[in-house]
């Protein structure tokens, strides 16, 4: 049973439906489909309907009030909605759920109570509303959340689902190469005026950087290490807080099979990025914050159950590096720019964080002191 007295839903086996098309703007429910899904649950009189902006712009959601409480609609991006991969993700948040983790909790269909309901060939998801608010670059917070995931990770360390995990990460991606070939005339073609000498320089640098990292990882030992299930975005627009405490963790649809550093290293990075003008990358600091870095291996060890090992350790700053430049070059290479940010300004900017995580990859990866 839920908190509210209602059964837990269920996830079905679903059945599979046809991709759709991907679309660059943020895309938002048309009335006729907005009524239909609603018409599937039984939230109550409806008193208010607000856009959701947060998040993947291919992903719309919808913040709904009722007399009944506030309640989350969300419709899966194209790419992230095949509904077995759906099905994995909320039998994962039913699991976590149960054992008090803080996730929103699912709303089930008015009739068969299904976790999932499709439509038109997408995927939509009904949540719990949480209130909170977000990172707020502190060292206590960056603990938090480094413990959040720890115990996260620990709940799931014998967790089986039903359905088959994705596997596979940002870390010795076949795709690189093929990637950056592709970024200077993506770029180029909505940046004609752009110096394609020096972006293909700078896309070089990082096809060399991310291949001397991903070697570093495996001489570290990531072959031998043992997958397990992870969250797979774990960044600070995906945690919610609340007078201290992580209240909120959102977004499973990245959730994957594999060792445990990738969700540490990622979580690393996500949290110590320092962006002082959001869209101009040009004035963000080459470094990272290193407190908040330490701060988030610190939390997760206290809280995991099995502390880092040291080649865990030495291993993550050259995910990082991985994890950098991979999330930046696909969708470069794709649409020639950083969602609404030019790319030839985020690529340098990449080079620069590149060039400062190198030589101080060591030192990052020692234990926070006490």
């Not at 909170?132 to 089986?160: E, M, N, P």
């Amino acid at each position: 049973m839920t908190a509210s007295g209602q059964p837990v839903p269920q996830p079905i086996r679903p059945h599979v439906a046809p991709a759709v098309e991907d679309q660059s703007h943020r895309e938002r429910f048309d009335a006729h489909e907005l009524a239909t899904v609603l018409s599937h649950y039984d939230l109550g009189v409806i008193e208010q309907l607000r856009v959701h902006p947060r998040g993947s712009r291919r992903s719309p959601k919808l913040r709904i009030k009722t007399r009944r409480g506030e309640f989350l609609l969300k419709r899966r991006a194209s790419g992230q909605d095949d509904p077995y991969r759906v099905a994995f993700a909320h039998d994962l948040q039913l699991r976590l759920g149960q054992r008090g983790y803080p996730v929103p909790g699912l709303i089930g269909t008015r009739d068969e109570n299904n976790s999932m309901l499709q439509f038109n060939g997408r995927a939509y998801e009904m949540f719990n509303y949480v209130h909170g608010i977000r990172f707020d670059r502190t060292a206590q917070s960056a603990v938090l959340a480094g413990a959040a995931l720890g115990k996260l990770h620990s709940l799931l360390a014998d967790y089986r689902s039903v359905y088959d995990p994705p596997v596979g990460s940002f870390h010795g991606a076949g795709e690189i190469n093929a990637k950056m070939a592709l970024i200077p005339a993506a770029v180029c073609a909505v940046e004609p005026q752009t110096d394609r000498a020096a972006l293909a320089q700078t896309a070089e640098f990082l096809k060399k950087a991310y291949h001397d990292a991903a070697r570093r990882v495996e001489d570290a030992g990531f072959g031998t290490w043992p997958r397990r299930v992870i969250h797979g975005d774990w960044h600070p627009g995906n945690l919610l807080y609340r007078d201290g405490p992580v209240v909120g963790v959102l977004d499973f649809d990245s959730a994957r099979s594999e060792p445990r550093i990738v969700d540490v290293a990622n979580a690393g990075l996500q949290f110590s990025m320092r962006m002082d003008a959001a869209e101009n990358p040009s004035n963000w600091p080459d470094a990272l914050d290193d407190q908040i870095l330490r701060c988030i291996f610190h939390g997760y060890d206290q809280a995991s159950g099995t502390i880092l090992t040291n080649r865990e350790r030495i291993a993550a700053p050259w995910l990082m590096i991985e994890a950098l430049i991979a999330e930046s070059v696909v969708p470069i290479a794709a649409t020639g720019s950083f969602a609404r940010i030019a790319g030839s300004a985020f690529l340098y900017m990449i080079e620069r964080k590149v060039r400062w995580l190198r030589p101080r990859a060591a030192k990052l990866a020692e234990p926070l002191k006490e």
